[in-house]
């Protein structure tokens, strides 16, 4: 079964056509990234795979069903603005995700902290822009869960620091789930990827494995996407 299943589906904002009867399936055990230009509906995508939009026609699946309660329980999403509670030190938030989702493993988020210097005692608000987004991805990616949403998971921390946190993505999402990462920063993320989804103007452009674009293409996912979407 797919972890992912669009059919026809149509997301509008009033007149604005967010996205435009996309149809598109991802499988279990991929890396996928989701690729595209600002405005092309990749975080409209995610949201409605969240549950936190709902469709203006069509239908999308997360592991078989609509989203709602049980998809939020398989699905571990990190938005692209950082949205934990700033008075909240590390140490509660460590609390709170363990107390309130069954599949988070506290302990590999703390050795998480302690290799980044995060300091547990210190509240979000206390911690620069980069360090809070570093915080989010670590309890989203310390879920056991069926299926990693990210929202721009790199796109605020220093290049220095984005090595570690694709390598965190990478070794600590369970093997049969699947990770969809949005993001402009297609070279850096090229190596982690299994698959890429290109969309733009709310419609799929591309959807091929990383493997196939070398193959039959020549060139690598970045070199394919400036050429798909040069101006």
């Not at 999308?60 to 939020?72: D, F, R, V, Y």
């Not at 982690?192 to 494995?209: E, H, K, M, P, Y």
Request: glycine share 8%; hydrophobic share 40%.
């Amino acid at each position: 079964m797919a972890i992912l299943k669009c059919s026809e589906l149509t997301k509008r904002y009033g007149h604005v056509c967010a996205l435009d009867h996309i149809s598109l399936s991802i499988e279990p055990g991929r890396i996928v990234g989701l690729l595209g230009p600002n405005g092309s509906g990749k975080t409209t995508l995610i949201k409605l795979a969240n549950g936190l939009l709902t469709p203006s026609s069509g239908e999308i699946l997360i592991n078989g069903s609509k989203p709602g309660i049980e998809s939020k329980r398989f699905t571990s999403y990190l938005p692209e603005r950082t949205c934990i509670p700033v008075w909240m030190t590390a140490k509660q938030l460590l609390d709170f995700y363990n107390d309130f989702y069954g599949d988070f493993n506290k302990d590999a988020a703390r050795q998480m902290f302690s290799r980044l210097g995060i300091d547990e005692g210190k509240t979000i608000k206390q911690m620069s822009k980069g360090t809070r987004e570093k915080v989010q991805l670590i309890l989203v990616m310390s879920r056991k869960a069926g299926l990693y949403l990210l929202d721009e998971p790199i796109g605020g921390v220093d290049p220095a620091t984005r090595d570690y946190i694709l390598n965190t993505i990478i070794s600590n999402y369970n093997p049969e789930a699947s990770v969809i990462i949005s993001t402009h920063l297609i070279s850096d993320v090229e190596s982690v990827l299994d698959d890429v989804i290109f969309i733009n103007a709310g419609q799929v452009v591309l959807t091929s494995s990383v493997d196939d674009i070398r193959e039959h293409n020549g060139k690598s996912v970045d070199a394919l996407f400036r050429e798909v979407f040069k101006c």
